[in-house]
């Protein structure tokens, strides 16, 4: 019997992703080009994670310095073609002179302020400072950051007759954003005028409302900080050199140079003696047996607690959060453990009555929720501690649990105004050396590297242990 074979065939043909390339040309407001370059920003951010692996590098302290990728500029570039500083609505003003900068088109967007500022009247002084405010915040946000645009602005206004206390605020402003772009020249250039500043300052200016609550970092902490800036790591390196309290007791000796108050009252436990992490559970299970930090070795004391890295994604935020936001941490301490082998890392946490989304768990079965959330990470020579916190319910029909500090958080406050867990403005690491000692609570990387290099060479050379 003779087969049939069909007389033709249909060729196949390969699928092709259709374009779906927005015509950027065609958006006709200004909120549209925003929304659209987020969106590329977006996946700008989320191509370079799939394709650079950061959790192994340290972080690029001049990253805010760089240029934005060329397809978020040149989509900037056609979406702000339609757009002219003399003639676009002045209502728009905030969003067009951002995407003005994002299109690499600075001077329009500083066409587009001036002409903002001429339509205010004579009468406006707060609307011309609220104008400022926002040309000064889109200058120091906008990336790369614009920080010589954002210092003319902020010299001319504190040259223009603000009180002691407004000027010093202004300067604060500008050397914490250059501090973040890792512009150290001027950082400490700016630092330098705020101690000229901080060092007129009357007793009455010192204790006034408006100087306590100065800033992020409130009054005095802030004239602390721009010392800090200028004294720098060499100084405060070639110091621990010879012990750690003497580079304890000479950021004593600077606070009250500069704050006025007693070496005493510096706010932050350097030189202080840190004491022995208590816990229920342990991961692994024979770290209950040893002291932690160890004596005899370089430690961190890692709360996780502190609200201000970690509390919000371990409890509240989406899971994507803990990669966004939380792993960096992590990384740097892993990369901190990579590089100096034999450092002790220990992790204290303290128990919620809950964990992200699951259901309500046991004070055990939070432990290991935490172990297994921290444990991927694999961070050389960790260990965690978990303790049950203490807590108290309101009374019905309320209910809610109000946890009060652990034992380990009590301990780590050192009687000062500082937690280290769930504090506005705590702190929840802390670089401890061989005896002991508090070395560091602010842990930059680069900084926090040399600190640990130079305990771990005092400690091959017998170390000067005199002032101790």
């Known amino acids: ?12 043909t390969r699928f092709t992703w259709p374009d779906t390339t927005v015509d950027l040309s065609k958006y006709t407001r200004v909120d549209q080009c925003r929304a659209a370059l987020v969106r590329i920003q977006q996946g700008q951010i989320a191509l370079r994670r799939q394709t650079e692996w950061s959790d192994t590098m340290t972080y690029d302290v001049q990253e805010n310095l760089k240029p934005l990728p060329v397809p978020v500029r040149q989509a900037a570039a056609r979406c702000s073609a339609r757009f002219e500083p003399a003639t676009a609505k002045l209502s728009d003003f905030t969003l067009l002179m951002e995407l003005f900068l994002l299109a690499d088109r600075d001077a329009d967007a500083k066409a587009l302020l001036e002409r903002r500022q001429s339509a205010i009247t004579a009468k406006g002084s707060l609307e011309r400072i609220a104008v400022e405010d926002s040309a000064i915040l889109i200058y120091l946000k906008v990336l790369p950051r614009r920080l010589d645009a954002a210092e003319q602005l902020l010299v001319t206004r504190a040259h223009g007759g603000v009180d002691r206390l407004d000027r010093l605020e202004l300067y604060d402003r500008l050397m914490e954003a250059a501090r973040e772009a890792g512009d150290t020249t001027r950082s400490r250039r700016v630092a330098q005028w705020m101690l000229a500043v901080a060092d007129s300052l009357t ?6 409302e408006k100087f306590t609550k100065m800033g992020a970092n409130r009054g005095n902490l802030v004239v602390f900080s721009a010392m800090f800036e200028i004294v720098g790591v060499k100084t405060l390196t070639d110091s621990l050199r010879h012990s750690t309290m003497a580079m304890a007791n000479l950021m004593r000796s600077m606070w009250a140079r500069f704050t006025k108050e007693r070496p005493e009252a510096l706010p932050y436990p350097l030189g202080e003696h840190a004491p022995a992490i208590t816990g229920d559970f342990w991961y692994p299970r024979q770290a209950a047996g040893d002291k932690h930090p160890a004596p005899g070795r370089v430690s961190i004391v890692e709360f996780v607690d502190n609200s201000r890295l970690y509390g919000s994604c371990m409890n509240d935020a989406p899971w994507s959060a803990i990669a966004d936001f939380c792993a960096p941490n992590y990384y740097m301490l892993r990369r901190l453990g990579d590089r100096f082998p034999g450092i ?32 991927p990470y694999r961070i050389k020579g960790a260990v965690m501690s978990v303790t049950t916190r203490p807590f108290w319910n309101l009374p019905a029909p309320d209910g809610r649990r109000l946890e009060k500090p652990s034992a380990n958080s009590v301990a780590y406050s050192f009687g000062k105004s500082w937690s280290p867990d769930q504090g506005a403005g705590g702190g929840g690491r802390y670089l401890v050396d061989q005896d002991g000692l508090v070395v560091d609570v602010f842990f930059n990387e680069q900084a926090t590297i040399q600190f640990i290099d130079v305990l771990m060479h005092r400690q091959k050379a017998g170390g000067d242990r005199a002032e101790r």
Do not use: C
């Open 1 to 12: 019997m003779a087969l049939a074979f069909p007389l033709s065939a249909a060729a196949q």
């Open 203 to 208: 007793p009455a200016e010192r204790e006034s």
């Open 344 to 375: 002790d890392i220990t992790f204290v946490v303290g128990t919620r009555g809950n964990f992200l989304h699951a259901p309500p768990p046991t004070p055990a079965e939070e432990a290991e929720l935490y172990h297994n959330w921290i444990d």
